[in-house]
């Protein structure tokens, strides 16, 4: 049978898979610069404080239902929860509890969501097999360091085409982190990444839905799944990145395979990650950081807004244009309904996107006056807020990059105070402080499965009070 595709030949192109594989398994933590280590730190405290911080919303609860039965031994903790499941299911819940908020970290260059996937994996895999804290560190930065790349590759095409990047790169990421952690040869290393290719998947048609969070955690538990098969040399493609029929060619019309290999140990993509302020899609938080700076700016005023037009980036409208969100989860892909809580409650927590807020009167109200413009000349990190007053009277305000960019990054008190707003509603305070510490003192612990069980805290008797 003929095809029309145009598939570049295994000549055409190098061998991808195996060089990175070479990187991947000799690299060691001290070839890891200071500065990139204190990044993944960074990267894993605000993980935990946002899977601890999800551990009981209703997503969780009907996930863990529906596996609880199948699950095997229970090694592994569910954080923030007194449920213990097998590895592999462990690994796809603290994947979803960790991404159900839209909280998590950013790599900004693919919005990939970059530690969901890796250090949910990693942590399931260190219950069940002690792992040191600073091997799950240089573990943790090797995943995300492979699944940026990746992303890197064949982005924006890829996402463009309508997959979920997060789940796609993500399983690489998991892949590369657990594998090097169990000590998988460059052979295994190989098999696992032909096995974590064909299980790479994540449609964008599912952002507003309990299936989102899905894809981090599907991609934590396969990428597991992949170097765990690895290990008992079940084989694989040794080309799953590059072959004609392989990753990059089969799901996306760009493959440039320098962001892959060029520089690697020298320019890093995981010292370039960043947090978010805001509970909601990346390309919203410009809107908010506005709305509230306005809101701080006209105080009373508010209630005297006649109508706000927007002028956003294209993508900011292709993704969260939903003028009318029904539920929580919708509303983190309305700008409309994000720029209406800022204004009115400067608000853009997870509190702001709770099913009673996207319906609340005065909400909605404010969303219908509220319009926005697509203009290719704005950054997609950018906008303009123009804000028209029942008076006739206007006030403009331009946001040229968002508090949590890495141009106005978080600093470590802001992600502790982060993490310790999401935690303490779970956990206690006293287990959050304790939770955090014990986080930030990761490479000096013998055993990164302390984590989670201090992670459980109060949550059972939370848990029992709220029904879950």
């Given amino acids: 049978m003929s095809s029309n595709v145009e598939i570049a030949t295994n000549a055409e192109v190098p061998n991808v898979t195996s060089q990175l594989v070479d990187w991947i398994v000799d690299i060691k933590g001290s070839d890891i610069p200071t500065e990139v280590r204190k990044e993944g730190l960074r990267t894993f405290v605000n993980w935990i404080g946002c899977a601890v911080g999800g551990a009981h919303h209703e997503t969780v609860d009907r996930a863990l239902a529906a596996v609880m039965p199948f699950s095997g031994t229970a090694t592994s903790t569910v954080l923030g929860r007194p449920e213990r499941l097998d590895a592999l299911h462990a690994a796809l819940l603290n994947g979803i509890t960790s991404h159900v908020l839209d909280y998590d970290d950013t790599h900004l260059k693919t919005i990939i969501h970059p530690a969901g996937p890796v250090a949910s994996a990693l942590l399931a895999l260190a219950e069940l097999r002690p792992m040191s804290g600073k091997d799950f560190l240089t573990a943790l930065i090797v995943g995300i360091e492979v699944e940026c790349r ?25 892949a590369a982190a657990t594998g090097k952690a169990i000590g998988l040869s460059k052979q295994q290393m190989r098999w696992a990444f032909g096995l974590a290719a064909t299980q790479a998947s994540g449609l964008r048609e599912m952002f507003g839905t309990m299936t989102k969070s899905f894809h981090p955690g599907r991609a934590a538990q396969n990428g597991l799944m ?49 947090y978010k302020p805001f509970a909601c899609g990346i390309v919203i938080h410009p809107t908010i950081d506005g709305c509230q700076q306005i809101r701080a700016e006209i105080g009373d005023r508010v209630s005297a807004i006649k109508s706000i037009h927007l002028t956003t980036h294209p993508l900011v409208l292709e993704l969260t244009g939903k003028k009318t969100p029904r539920t929580g989860l919708e509303g983190k892909f309305s700008v409309y309904h994000s720029a209406a809580a800022a204004l009115l409650k400067g608000d853009g927590a997870p509190t702001a996107f709770t099913d009673e ?17 697509a203009d290719p000349e704005c950054h997609e990190a950018s906008v303009t807020i123009d804000v028209t007053f029942e008076d006739g009277s206007r006030l403009s305000k331009h946001v040229e990059r ?51 069980g201090i992670s459980v805290g109060q949550s059972q008797t939370k848990a029992k009070a709220t029904g879950s």
């Fill in 150 to 174: 990746i992303g890197n590759s064949v982005y924006p095409n890829h996402y463009d085409r309508g997959w979920h990047i997060t789940g796609t790169a993500g399983v690489f990421g998991a």
């Fill in 226 to 274: 992949s170097a765990l098969l690895a290990e008992a040399n079940f084989d694989s493609s040794e080309r799953g990145i590059e072959a004609p029929r392989g990753f990059a060619n089969v799901t996306s019309t760009k493959q440039d395979y320098s962001e892959i290999l060029d520089d690697l140990g020298t320019r890093w993509e995981s010292a370039l990650n960043s």
């Fill in 357 to 373: 807020m996207v319906n609340l009167p005065e909400i909605t109200g404010l969303r219908d006056r509220i319009t926005a413009t």
């Fill in 402 to 452: 968002a508090i949590g960019s890495k141009d106005v990054p978080l600093t470590n008190e802001q992600i502790d105070a982060k993490f310790i707003t999401q935690s303490a509603l779970v956990i206690g305070e006293e287990a959050t402080r304790e939770l955090l510490a014990a986080a930030w003192n990761l490479e000096a612990l013998s055993s990164v499965a302390d984590i989670a």
